[in-house]
DNA sequence: TAATGAAAAGGACATATGTCCCAAAAAAGG
DNA sequence: CCTTTTTTGGGACATATGTCCTTTTCATTA
C-alpha cells in the first residue's frame, strides 16, 4: 500500500465520480488516497475500519471464508464502488476480505469525520443506502440459488447471467470470471467438481472450452440446464 | 387480510415503537394498518410493493425461492421490523415472500408519500440503512456458513447460535424454531438428510430429542462440531 | 378406547460432491 | 531450445446428500 499525495489526481476522481456532491462541500475534505498493487489485500476481515473507502480505479475480489478456512467468492468490484459501509452504519469489524485484483486506487474519508459532520447528509445517506441495498438484493440472490441448485444448474445459470447478449445485467457484470477456480469459489464449489460440470456439458454439446474462456455453443439447451435461474 | 381502522390502536403502536418520531410530524402521515392470519402471505414474490411496512405485532417467516420450486429459509421477523426497503430503495417488485407464523399487524405508508415528502429525511434514511445493513451482514454470513460448511457443522452451528446462553446474538434469536422441518429450510438442506445428522449427535451423546425440541447434552463436544462457527 | 388421518422418522438406492493425489499441459527461466 | 516450475485437468475412492416411498408415532375424532 502506498498513501499517494497528488491533490490534482484526487480532484481529478472526485470530480470524474461526483463524490465531493455526496457532502457538504464548506470545507476542504479529510481525504486520503491509496494505492495497491496486484494481489495486495486492501482489508482484511476482522480489522477495525476506520475509513469510508470508494474504489476509484482497478478491480478487487470481496471474499468471506469460515473458520475452517474455505473462503467464498462473493463478488468483484469496480469503480464506483464503496468499502466499509457496513462497518461504518453497524460499527462491527471487516466483515468480507477485499483483494486487489490488478492495480487499485482508493479514496478514504475517517469515519470520525462523517460521524461528526456528514452522518445526517441526505445525499450521502442515499447514496450509501443504494449501495447496501444492491447488495442485499444480489447477496439474497445467490444465497438462495447457490443452495439450493446443483452446480451444473448453477454454472449453467452463472453463463447466461454472464454472457448471455440479453444480460444487461450489473450482477452478472460483477461476476464476470473466465479463471474457472474463481468461479467454483464464485458458486461454493471445488475446482474438481466444477470441471466434471464443464466436461458433462461440453459432451453434451452446449459449451466449447476455448484457450482463456468458454463459449456457448447452443443458448437453448444452456437456458434449460439453468432452469430460467439468473443471478440477479 | 383485513384493513383495520382503529385509530386508538394505531396511535398505541405508533408510540410503542416510535414511528412517528422517523416522520417529520407536522401533518397528518397516510398510515393505514393491516391484521393477517396466521400462514396467510403478507407479500408474494415477485409482486408490485407500494408501500413501506413495519410489523408491529406477531411473527412472519421470510423465504426466498427458485424457478425449481424449492425455497430457502431466511429468517423469521418480529417487531419492529421494516418490510419494503429494497423495493423502495431499488423501485422493484418484492424480492423475498413474507408470510405470517401467527396472527400479524402490519402498519404501511405509501411509497408515493415517502417519495414525495419524506424521501430526504435524515432519521428516516438512518433507520432504513440500519435495518437494510443489519440484513446484508446477516444475508453474507448465512450464504458463507451455508455454502461451505456441511450439514452437521451447519446445525452444530445453527444450535450453538440459537440455544447457547451466551448467545446474545440478534440474528441467533431471529433464526430461533423448533421445527426440523423449518431448520432444514433455513440450512439448505433436505428434512431427510437434517434428521440423519440429528441422529447422529444423538448417538454420540452431544444432544438428546425432547418432545419438542433439542436438549445440548455436550457443549463442548457441540462446539467441536460447530468448528467455532456462527450464525451472527 | 379404538379407529383413522396426519405428521414425523427411517430404509434403500442413486447421484452429487469432496478429497487426495497423479498426470498432462502450459508457462517461465536459463 | 531445453529444463524446471506452475497450472490445469482427471482418476479413484469415500462420503454427503437427495429422492422416493414405507413405517412408526402422534393427534384427532367418533
Redesign the pocket.
Known amino acids: 500500500m502506498r498513501n499517494i499525495q497528488d491533490s490534482e489526481l484526487l480532484e481529478k476522481y472526485l470530480e470524474e465520480f461526483q463524490i465531493n456532491r455526496m457532502f457538504h462541500q464548506s470545507k476542504q475534505l479529510p481525504y486520503h488516497m491509496q494505492q495497491y498493487h496486484s494481489g495486495e489485500i486492501i482489508r482484511f476481515e476482522g480489522m477495525e475500519m476506520n475509513s469510508l473507502l470508494f474504489l476509484v480505479n482497478g478491480k478487487a475480489r470481496i471474499t468471506s471464508s469460515i473458520e475452517t478456512g474455505k473462503a467464498l467468492l462473493l463478488r468483484f468490484i469496480y469503480p464506483l464502488s464503496v468499502i466499509g459501509d457496513i462497518e461504518l452504519i453497524r460499527d462491527v469489524p471487516v466483515q468480507s476480505q477485499v483483494q486487489a485484483v490488478d492495480e487499485c486506487l482508493v479514496i478514504g474519508i475517517p469515519f470520525d469525520y462523517i460521524k461528526k459532520y456528514e452522518i445526517d447528509n441526505p445525499r450521502l445517506l442515499h447514496m450509501l443506502l443504494e449501495h447496501v441495498s444492491f447488495k442485499l438484493q444480489t447477496c439474497t440472490t445467490a444465497s438462495r440459488v447457490n443452495l439450493l441448485a446443483?452446480?451444473?444448474n448453477k454454472f449453467a445459470s452463472y453463463l447466461m447471467s454472464t454472457l448471455s447478449p440479453d444480460a444487461d445485467n450489473e450482477f452478472g457484470i460483477e461476476l464476470q470470471t473466465s479463471?474457472?477456480?474463481e468461479i467454483a469459489s464464485l458458486l461454493?464449489?471445488?475446482?474438481?467438481?466444477l470441471?466434471?460440470?464443464?466436461?458433462s456439458l461440453i459432451e453434451q454439446g452446449i459449451i466449447e472450452?476455448q484457450?482463456n474462456s468458454i463459449q456457448i455453443l447452443n443458448w437453448k439447451e444452456l437456458e434449460k440446464a439453468a432452469n430460467g435461474i439468473r443471478y440477479k
Open positions: 446443483s452446480v451444473e479463471s474457472v477456480k461454493g464449489t471445488t475446482y474438481r467438481h470441471n466434471r460440470v464443464i466436461a472450452r484457450k
